[in-house]
């Protein structure tokens, strides 16, 4: 939390000097005194204070200086620091102006100068300001504020990189919201700038990249060491918990993940059926305890980066990143997992991020307020996101191709739907098309059996539908199925005479979650025929850490 400031103002410079001395000698421990030797500078520094989000508590200004005085400076004020007190330092000449200005401008005290000795003359009005100022500002934490429009998908896409990362944010809709244009204005930003991130005393970022953003907020973009024991390429549960094992059995460990940790299961808005939490929990929940256990026992975690290749180089083998750098590792864990997997509908490429979404992260729902939301699936993600999202819009329309929700959802949330008033199931249907004017405005559905089509208004789908692997990186050595996920262990030896690809090259037996290049291991959704729960997906991270030292052993 940064501390709020104090700003100084006097074009005379042994003046300036000593009144920033003495309020830096008093308040020093708690304020940032910050002197300006113009109203011009005072202004510029104001601003950069308003983008950093960084309080302004008091401002003593002169009264007597070129081109404005304090009065008209102060009133200026207003704009970049609307809540802090006022304090003009002036000659006993201008008292009737400091009284007149109590009225015009809410001046909030007028001190005559010279003030020595401060603690009598200054201190004493210093600090009744600041215990006010105090009390009617009493929570000044610092928050990354993102500036953009309602619809831009890049303002999405940053929104759902902070979630992911648990990195605290307040959203202005610049169509919406008086204060983000008010900071929008004081930044400068065109439309292009658009999203606009104001980072708490760092620079504003303009329509940021994720990998950007992730080096302003200070999270680890690179690798710390060259080599490592083992290199984890994704951070869902499977990922997390391989690290947590692998750091703790002493593995110099890294992972690699290219949004937020977490995975699928962490946009889960409840996981109930986790063993050891008869409440259930939300996935963000399970993914910050993951990751503060990962960070305790010394794993690396590299963000934003996106892995696009590997390289065997002898005994070792190469991650290559997106754009530049890479890391090696004596062993590989892929733990990718899976993406839900694009739905075919006539124009909804075209409003994706700007109200079609893939998932939904459980800060999406309050976006949701009053709204008719669609949410496309069978399956639990679907039914958890159903669930949550219904407690603040109006009504939720589960889109279902099947004929019940039974065979796929699990009992206790089809309960659930059945009696929460404002879910609708509509099973036998589909979406068809997707219509809008720069963002989603409606959807056609088409009933399976008849094909009749209906027409409705929304403006948010959410799509929970299969699920497609992230392996095109892995290059033709690894063998796949013909859907891209992972073949290890003993199918590598039954199964590649049926889907082809390269051949199991040891004497050896593969081990279980071996896949067909030597200590390149897979775990969780992105295996093939894994169970695709989280609980299966946290056993197989953690089996694969046990076989990685069996592999180990051998070379």
Same mark, same amino acid.
Request: net charge negative; hydrophobic share 45%; with cysteine.
């Given at each position: 939390?940064?501390?709020?400031?104090?700003?100084?103002?006097?074009?005379?410079?042994?003046?300036?000097?000593?009144?920033?001395?003495?309020?830096?000698?008093?308040?020093?421990?708690?304020?940032?005194?910050?002197?300006?030797?113009?109203?011009?500078?005072?202004?510029?520094?104001?601003?950069?204070?308003?983008?950093?989000?960084?309080?302004?508590?008091?401002?003593?200004?002169?009264?007597?200086?070129?081109?404005?005085?304090?009065?008209?400076?102060?009133?200026?004020?207003?704009?970049?620091?609307?809540?802090?007190?006022?304090?003009?330092?002036?000659?006993?000449?201008?008292?009737?102006?400091?009284?007149?200005?109590?009225?015009?401008?809410?001046?909030?005290?007028?001190?005559?100068?010279?003030?020595?000795?401060?603690?009598?003359?200054?201190?004493?009005?210093?600090?009744?300001?600041?215990?006010?100022?105090?009390?009617?500002?009493?929570?000044?934490?610092?928050?990354?504020?993102?500036?953009?429009?309602?619809?831009?998908?890049?303002?999405?896409?940053?929104?759902?990189?902070?979630?992911?990362?648990?990195?605290?944010?307040?959203?202005?809709?610049?169509?919406?919201?008086?204060?983000?244009?008010?900071?929008?204005?004081?930044?400068?930003?065109?439309?292009?700038?658009?999203?606009?991130?104001?980072?708490?005393?760092?620079?504003?970022?303009?329509?940021?990249?994720?990998?950007?953003?992730?080096?302003?907020?200070?999270?680890?973009?690179?690798?710390?060491?060259?080599?490592?024991?083992?290199?984890?390429?994704?951070?869902?549960?499977?990922?997390?918990?391989?690290?947590?094992?692998?750091?703790?059995?002493?593995?110099?460990?890294?992972?690699?993940?290219?949004?937020?940790?977490?995975?699928?299961?962490?946009?889960?808005?409840?996981? #109930?059926?986790?063993?050891?939490?008869?409440?259930?929990?939300?996935?963000?929940?399970?993914?910050?305890?993951?990751?503060?256990?990962?960070?305790?026992?010394?794993?690396?975690?590299?963000?934003?980066?996106?892995?696009?290749?590997?390289?065997?180089?002898?005994?070792?083998?190469?991650?290559?990143?997106?754009?530049?750098?890479?890391?090696?590792?004596?062993?590989?864990?892929?733990?990718?997992?899976?993406?839900?997997?694009?739905? #075919?509908?006539?124009?909804?490429? #075209?409003?994706?991020?700007?109200?079609?979404?893939?998932?939904?992260?459980?800060?999406?729902?309050?976006?949701?307020?009053?709204?008719?939301?669609?949410?496309?699936?069978?399956?639990?993600?679907?039914?958890?996101?159903?669930?949550?999202?219904?407690?603040?819009?109006?009504?939720?329309?589960?889109?279902?191709?099947?004929?019940?929700?039974?065979?796929?959802?699990?009992?206790?949330?089809?309960?659930?739907?059945?009696?929460?008033?404002?879910?609708?199931?509509?099973?036998?249907?589909?979406?068809?098309?997707?219509?809008?004017?720069?963002?989603?405005?409606?959807?056609?559905?088409?009933?399976?059996?008849?094909?009749?089509?209906?027409?409705?208004?929304?403006?948010?789908?959410?799509?929970?539908?299969?699920?497609?692997?992230?392996?095109?990186?892995?290059?033709?050595?690894?063998?796949?199925?013909?859907?891209?996920?992972?073949?290890?262990?003993?199918?590598?030896?039954?199964?590649?005479?049926?889907?082809?690809?390269?051949?199991?090259?040891?004497?050896?037996?593969?081990?279980?979650? #071996?896949?067909?290049?030597?200590?390149?291991?897979?775990?969780?959704?992105?295996?093939?025929?894994?169970?695709?729960?989280?609980?299966?997906?946290?056993?197989?991270?953690?089996?694969?850490?046990?076989?990685?030292?069996?592999?180990?052993?051998?070379?």
């Amino acid at each position: 939390m940064s501390k709020p400031a104090i700003l100084t103002v006097d074009d005379d410079p042994m003046v300036s000097a000593a009144i920033s001395r003495d309020l830096r000698n008093r308040y020093g421990d708690d304020y940032l005194v910050v002197g300006a030797r113009s109203a011009a500078q005072a202004l510029a520094i104001l601003t950069k204070l308003a983008l950093r989000n960084q309080a302004v508590a008091l401002i003593a200004s002169d009264q007597r200086m070129p081109g404005m005085t304090g009065v008209e400076l102060l009133e200026q004020a207003r704009v970049h620091a609307p809540g802090a007190k006022y304090l003009l330092l002036t000659a006993y000449a201008d008292t009737d102006v400091a009284i007149k200005a109590i009225n015009d401008i809410g001046l909030d005290y007028y001190l005559l100068k010279p003030w020595d000795p401060p603690e009598e003359r200054l201190y004493p009005i210093v600090d009744d300001l600041l215990g006010d100022w105090r009390q009617a500002n009493p929570d000044q934490s610092s928050e990354v504020r993102v500036i953009g429009h309602r619809w831009s998908d890049r303002s999405y896409d940053l929104k759902t990189f902070l979630a992911r990362n648990h990195v605290p944010y307040r959203w202005f809709d610049i169509e919406r919201d008086a204060e983000a244009q008010r900071l929008s204005t004081l930044a400068e930003a065109t439309p292009a700038d658009l999203p606009l991130v104001l980072i708490p005393e760092g620079e504003s970022l303009r329509s940021p990249s994720t990998l950007d953003l992730a080096g302003a907020l200070g999270l680890r973009t690179r690798a710390e060491q060259p080599l490592y024991d083992v290199c984890i390429v994704g951070g869902g549960p499977a990922g997390l918990a391989a690290a947590v094992y692998a750091a703790s059995e002493g593995l110099s460990t890294v992972v690699v993940e290219r949004e937020g940790p977490g995975g699928q299961a962490g946009q889960s808005a409840a996981i #109930e059926n986790y063993l050891g939490f008869p409440k259930g929990l939300t996935g963000a929940d399970l993914t910050q305890r993951a990751v503060a256990q990962v960070s305790r026992f010394g794993a690396e975690m590299v963000l934003a980066r996106n892995v696009v290749g590997f390289e065997n180089r002898g005994p070792v083998h190469a991650v290559l990143f997106d754009g530049a750098g890479e890391l090696e590792a004596r062993a590989l864990i892929v733990a990718t997992g899976v993406s839900y997997r694009r739905l #075919e509908a006539a124009g909804l490429d #075209e409003f994706r991020g700007r109200g079609v979404y893939y998932g939904a992260t459980a800060s999406d729902a309050n976006l949701c307020q009053d709204d008719d939301v669609y949410v496309v699936g069978a399956a639990n993600s679907a039914g958890q996101a159903a669930l949550n999202l219904a407690r603040f819009a109006k009504r939720v329309v589960l889109v279902v191709r099947a004929t019940t929700l039974e065979a796929t959802m699990a009992r206790y949330l089809v309960d659930r739907i059945a009696s929460a008033p404002n879910i609708e199931v509509r099973c036998r249907t589909e979406v068809a098309a997707c219509r809008g004017d720069g963002h989603l405005e409606g959807l056609v559905l088409a009933d399976r059996a008849s094909g009749a089509t209906e027409e409705v208004s929304s403006s948010w789908l959410f799509i929970f539908v299969g699920a497609s692997p992230h392996t095109e990186w892995l290059g033709d050595g690894v063998a796949r199925d013909a859907k891209g996920f992972v073949i290890t262990g003993q199918d590598l030896l039954v199964d590649l005479d049926r889907v082809g690809g390269p051949r199991w090259p040891l004497a050896r037996p593969p081990f279980a979650l #071996e896949t067909s290049v030597p200590g390149v291991f897979a775990a969780g959704d992105v295996r093939l025929d894994s169970m695709k729960r989280v609980a299966s997906a946290v056993g197989e991270g953690a089996m694969s850490v046990y076989l990685v030292h069996r592999y180990l052993a051998t070379i």
